[in-house]
């Protein structure tokens, strides 16, 4: 079965420093993987996917992430963060395309002055 | 692009009282719907899925059910709500590209 986690609950970092955010999932076919952003009181936003292809895979935000098939993983980087980065992060998997879509717990990503 | 309307976006309701939320989609046909259910430090629970008319799958055993009595509207109910029912519930569609889309979410306080 299709599990997510993310191994961090919450990630302070101070502005203009890099991040990242971990995710791996388990699952025993290909996947297509997701990371997804919820600004506070606000809806659910792709910030990016991977379906195939280049394993290294650019966003919006300057936020970018790598599968690595072998390690189950897909670690969501920026090089710099901002303020207006504070927000929930949340990493989903999907085995098909007509298939169940599974969240991760999330990641607060708070930015420090 | 796909759009999803949910509603009520708030509901306050005493327990043992029943539920519907409703949700519909527009600009795509024959979409993937799903429900989920947000709660502090656990995410989104998927709740139920659906690929088709009439066609439901629970992810969860729980006080609620799904219907799908059209090819773009998904239904949220239950006959009786708990007190755990309480929580932040988002309609999903599954767009091109196979990107998630969701809708504004319906905030259900059970009393």
């Known amino acids: 079965a299709q599990s997510v986690t993310q191994l961090d609950s919450q990630v302070p970092v101070f502005e203009e420093a890099p991040v990242e955010l971990r995710c791996n999932y388990s699952s025993s076919v290909s996947v297509y993987l997701f990371w997804y952003v919820q600004y506070p009181n606000q809806g659910l936003q792709l910030l990016l996917k991977?379906?195939?292809?280049?394993?290294l895979v650019k966003g919006i935000n300057g936020f970018e992430a790598e599968f690595n098939k072998s390690q189950t993983s897909f670690h969501l980087r920026k090089p710099s963060v901002h303020i207006s980065d504070t927000a929930e992060y949340f990493c989903?998997?999907?085995?098909?395309?007509?298939?169940?879509?599974?969240f991760g717990p999330g990641t607060s990503l708070s930015v420090i002055p | 692009s796909q759009t999803i309307h949910q509603w009520p976006a708030t509901l306050v309701q005493p327990v043992g009282s029943p539920l519907s939320l409703e949700c519909t989609v527009e600009g795509t046909s024959n979409p993937n719907l799903y429900w989920y259910r947000q709660a502090a430090g656990r995410g989104l629970q998927l709740l139920f899925y659906?690929?088709?008319?009439?066609?439901i799958s629970s992810e969860v055993p729980q006080n609620l059910s799904a219907s799908r009595p059209q090819d773009r509207q998904f239904i949220l109910s239950s006959k009786k709500l708990l007190l755990s029912d309480s929580g932040f519930y988002l309609c999903?569609?599954?767009?091109?590209?196979?990107?998630?889309?969701f809708g504004e979410g319906s905030w259900l306080t059970v009393v």
């Open positions: 999903a569609c599954r767009g091109p590209g196979n990107t998630i889309y």
């Open positions: 659906s690929v088709g008319i009439g066609q």
């Open positions: 991977y379906l195939s292809g280049s394993t």
């Open positions: 989903a998997v999907s085995e098909t395309s007509y298939d169940k879509v599974i």
